[in-house]
């Protein structure tokens, strides 16, 4: 009897607000290029009153993921944690329009954390600098896993920024073990160098207990399992779990089960904002996997969703996916 979900997420629940901006803005408000700052309330309040016009959209790294494969019409779940905050109803709308179910209790409107943001800046040179206040996103815990819906998951998708709270990680294990007792697989993604660094060794300890299958680009990947080349690495990744899924940026993506490696190349795209390539990498693949697709198949699957994303301002597919992949021959 086939299980109700395919794939379900668990990580952050934040909404995106995108502006762009001139390398200047960021100088002049201290904002530093290129990577992701947690702020605070105030910090957030500040820069969204100093932002250009903005776009607002529900993000949020492992959301991106399942509303991707919502999109594609697999048979998905979201949990992460939102408040009863207009920004709640925001991120609740967008994911069940996308087709995922979101049951997770929100927080009570006086809760004192509203709602998680991250305010992306993207420069001329489409590099995005992320600001991001987690708010009660980052209050993930046990009490939120329901564990008849992991037993009723072919697969979970966990988010490593989730790492930064100690909750989460009872959250994680309490998923991965009604996951894992019904015969479910786990996959995870390593989301930043940095979150890597922070939690190298709970990493380690989950990918060669629990893992199935691991996400990640080049600079986690190298992070993580520190080696000469590239190649060692994944090798070393490859020899303690089933998959290993390494994106290398415009060459494409590794892939490497039972002891072959394919390069899945990437897609020609006009790049105008990287945010959230990675996440809808990993929605194409899991979408190939899920439905019983090669290797190779997955990787390009992965390789066409994350070209769509990049060609555009935003995390969230503007195209139909489904009809980009039978363009490329791979429905």
């Known amino acids: 009897m086939a299980k109700k979900y395919q ?15 001139e390398d200047q803005f960021l100088a002049d408000n201290g904002v530093e290029k290129g990577i ?6 105030a910090r ?11 776009k607002e959209v529900s993000g949020g790294s492992a959301a991106n993921t ?15 944690k939102v408040k009863a905050d207009q920004l709640g109803d925001i991120f609740e709308h967008d994911m069940r329009a996308q087709g995922a179910d979101f049951e997770v209790p929100r927080s009570p409107a006086d809760a004192v954390d509203e709602t998680g943001r991250c305010m992306v800046l993207v420069t001329p040179d489409s590099e995005r600098s992320l600001n991001t206040y987690l708010g009660v996103s980052e ?27 100690e909750l989460s990680h009872a959250a994680f294990a309490k998923a991965i073990a009604a996951c894992k007792g019904a015969g479910g697989k786990v996959s995870v993604t390593l989301s930043d160098p940095f979150c890597v660094d922070r939690h190298h060794q709970a990493f380690r300890d989950m990918i060669r207990d629990h893992i199935d299958l691991l996400f990640c680009n080049e600079h986690e990947m190298a992070a ?28 494409g993506a590794y892939v490497a ?13 006009k790049v105008m904002d990287v945010t959230g390539a990675g996440d809808l990498f990993a929605a194409g693949f899991l979408h190939g996997l899920v439905n019983r697709r090669d290797m190779m198949t997955c990787g390009r699957m992965g ?21 980009l992949f039978k363009e490329k021959g791979l429905e």
């Open 7 to 21: 794939v379900v997420g668990i990580g952050n629940a934040l909404v995106d607000v995108l502006a762009p901006c």
């Open 36 to 41: 992701m700052q947690l702020i605070d309330t």
């Open 44 to 54: 957030a309040s500040e820069l969204y009153g100093m932002m250009g016009p903005a």
């Open 66 to 80: 399942i509303a991707g494969i919502a999109a594609l019409g697999d048979r998905t779940a979201y949990v992460g």
């Open 139 to 165: 209050h993930l815990g046990p009490d939120d896993i329901d564990p008849a819906m992991m037993a009723d998951a072919e697969w979970l998708y966990l988010e490593g920024y989730r790492f930064d709270g």
């Open 224 to 251: 993580m399992y520190p080696a000469d080349t590239l190649e060692e690495s994944i090798a070393e990744a490859a020899s303690r779990v089933e998959i290993v899924a390494c994106t290398v940026g415009a060459k």
């Open 257 to 269: 089960r039972g002891g072959e490696t394919v390069l899945a190349p990437a897609e020609a795209s």
């Open 303 to 323: 390789c066409v969703a994350a070209g769509e994303i990049i060609g555009h301002i935003g995390a969230r597919p503007e195209a139909d996916l489904g009809a």
